[in-house]
């Protein structure tokens, strides 16, 4: 018996491999959960139970921690070659043919008119041809059911002015 090597045991092994399994599972799971837990608290475990000097320990956990490692590494070489992973990427493209519009292209709104839902102070909301909006008024009080009209678009951002 070696000082730096401990007695493997079937129940060392059977620790590792659960543990080591536990954590490779959550690497490919969003998030820190239960599998990622369960599969630490396995390793340690192995640890524990197997290692009977600080020195033994010490070299148990590096050993662990360099398999982690090799683990980690192949888990993201493979994810930035994307061959993991494919039911997590959105495959469909939103075109604007389809009826996708992005946030950012609100300009097809300039010149429209509405009416306001709620008080605009300067924030509320209107409806444009049966669709709500949130706006911002150019800076003065237009009270609900008053008649509006979209002279701006910055961004995201619809000023209107009462008409």
Do not use: C, W
Request: glycine share 10%; no cysteine.
């Amino acid at each position: 018996m070696s000082v730096f090597l401990p007695d493997i045991t079937v129940l060392t092994v059977l620790l590792l491999i659960i543990g080591f399994g536990l954590v490779f599972l959550e690497m490919h799971i969003p998030g820190f959960g239960v599998p990622g837990i369960a599969g630490a608290i396995s390793l340690i475990l192995a640890v524990v139970l197997t290692a009977q000097n600080f020195a033994q320990a010490l070299v148990m956990t590096l050993a662990i921690l360099a398999v982690l490692g090799i683990m980690l590494g192949v888990v993201l070489t493979f994810f930035t070659k994307g061959k993991l992973f494919k039911p997590l990427i959105l495959s469909d493209e939103q075109k604007k043919e389809h009826g996708y519009i992005s946030s950012s292209d609100l300009d097809y709104l300039l010149g429209k008119r509405g009416i306001a839902i709620t008080d605009l102070r300067p924030a509320g909301s209107v409806d444009i041809d049966g669709v709500k909006f949130d706006v911002i008024s150019d800076g003065e009080y237009i009270p609900a059911n008053s008649k509006i009209e979209i002279f701006k678009v910055s961004g995201v951002k619809l000023v209107v002015k009462k008409i």
